[in-house]
């Protein structure tokens, strides 16, 4: 993996090397975010890099920061890779939705509303 900038989309991270589909790419550990922290992470520029743990997709329940590249993967609707909650490793798996070429972008979907316009 490496990251790169995308004229479009900005900083993401790309495959060196073909992925197999079903493979993991990543297991980030993570720091859990209290529930009651996360309305202040969402003020600031930490918003766009962590993920909902538990609970649902409009915020409530705890959050996770991930130390990894899974916090750079851009969003599509149309991603060729999913993260999964391991909630026993504390870890965000990065896996392959479908193989992956050399060169692709790793991209995720948000599962989320966004907060910008897709570009893909």
């Not at 790169?4 to 073909?18: L, S, T, V």
């Not at 965000?92 to 692709?104: E, M, Q, W």
Request: glycine residues 8%; charged residues 25%.
């Amino acid at each position: 993996m490496e990251i790169r900038n995308d004229p479009i989309k900005g900083r993401g991270i790309f495959a060196r090397q073909a992925i197999a589909a079903g493979a993991l790419i990543e297991a980030a550990p993570v720091i859990i975010v209290p529930a009651g922290q996360c309305p202040l992470i969402d003020r600031t520029i930490l918003h766009d890099y962590y993920f909902h743990w538990d609970g649902n997709p409009d915020g409530d329940g705890r959050g996770a920061v991930a130390l990894g590249l899974v916090t750079l993967c851009n969003h599509s609707r149309r991603p060729n890779a999913r993260v999964r909650r391991n909630f026993s490793k504390e870890t965000l798996d990065l896996v392959a939705a479908v193989t992956i070429l050399a060169g692709d972008e790793v991209t995720i979907d948000y599962n989320c509303p966004l907060w910008f316009e897709p570009r893909d």
